[in-house]
T-cell receptor, first 113, second 114 residues
Framework: DAKTTQPPSMDCAEGRAANLPCNHSTISGNEYVYWYRQIHSQGPQYIIHGLKNNETNEMASLIITEDRKSSTLILPHATLRDTAVYYCIVRVPSGGSNYKLTFGKGTLLTVNP | GAGVSQSPSNKVTEKGKDVELRCDPISGHTALYWYRQSLGQGLEFLIYFQGNSAPDKSGLPSDRFSAERTGGSVSTLTIQRTQQEDSAVYLC????????????FGQGTRLTVV
């Protein structure tokens, strides 16, 4: 079972920031939060991940609350090409070096012109 | 290669036939994962490889499904006696070991069983 809860859908205006929330209240201290997105008919694309500090890369920023029970993915200037399903994943150990990604239903972000 | 490569990109097969799906991971990635995504559904974990061994096969839906990995690189997912419910996109991902490593996905193989 996925350890995360996300809203099923969100809308955002083109050029504005998209803020996608994720709750992961049962996260353990050494478990990372990952974000992927899947554009229709394509394989999931890695966006960003973090443990407890905020992270930023060329695609997005990840803000993790101090208690680590929730996080927000920020796309600073959304474009129409950012329309996709966004998955927030807590990467849990599954035995040995197995850290499989367990995907939930994600958030369908629709960027409108 | 630059990314995870899967072949074929599309496969149409008749019910009852066997199919083989191939995954070429990113060079040097020890971990390899197979997932399945049925139409309109989320990603379903199938199997995990660490090197050539598969310590986690918990997601394989039946004994018609098997996978192997050779040389710590290429992996093949085999489905025997295909059924219509096997129709889905089969996705492969690879990464270095550990929780702090990005897993990269291929574009998948779309399997249609007719």
């Amino acid at each position: 079972d996925a350890k995360t809860t996300q809203p099923p859908s969100m809308d955002c205006a083109e050029g504005r920031a998209a803020n996608l929330p994720c709750n992961h209240s049962t996260i353990s201290g050494n478990e990372y939060v990952y974000w992927y997105r899947q554009i229709h008919s394509q394989g999931p694309q890695y966006i960003i991940h973090g443990l407890k500090n905020n992270e930023t890369n060329e695609m997005a920023s990840l803000i993790i609350t101090e208690d680590r029970k929730s996080s927000t993915l920020i796309l600073p200037h959304a474009t129409l090409r950012d329309t996709a399903v966004y998955y927030c994943i807590v990467r849990v150990p599954s035995g040995g070096s197995n850290y499989k990604l367990t995907f939930g239903k994600g958030t369908l972000l629709t960027v409108n012109p | 290669g630059a990314g995870v490569s899967q072949s074929p990109s599309n496969k149409v097969t008749e019910k009852g036939k066997d199919v083989e799906l191939r995954c070429d991971p990113i060079s040097g990635h020890t971990a390899l994962y197979w997932y399945r995504q049925s139409l309109g559904q989320g990603l379903e974990f199938l199997i995990y490889f660490q090197g050539n061994s598969a310590p986690d096969k918990s997601g394989l839906p039946s004994d018609r499904f098997s996978a192997e990995r050779t040389g710590g690189s290429v992996s093949t997912l085999t489905i025997q006696r295909t059924q219509q419910e096997d129709s889905a996109v089969y996705l492969c991902a690879s990464s270095f070991l550990g929780p702090n490593t990005e897993a990269f996905f291929g574009q998948g193989t779309r399997l249609t069983v007719v």
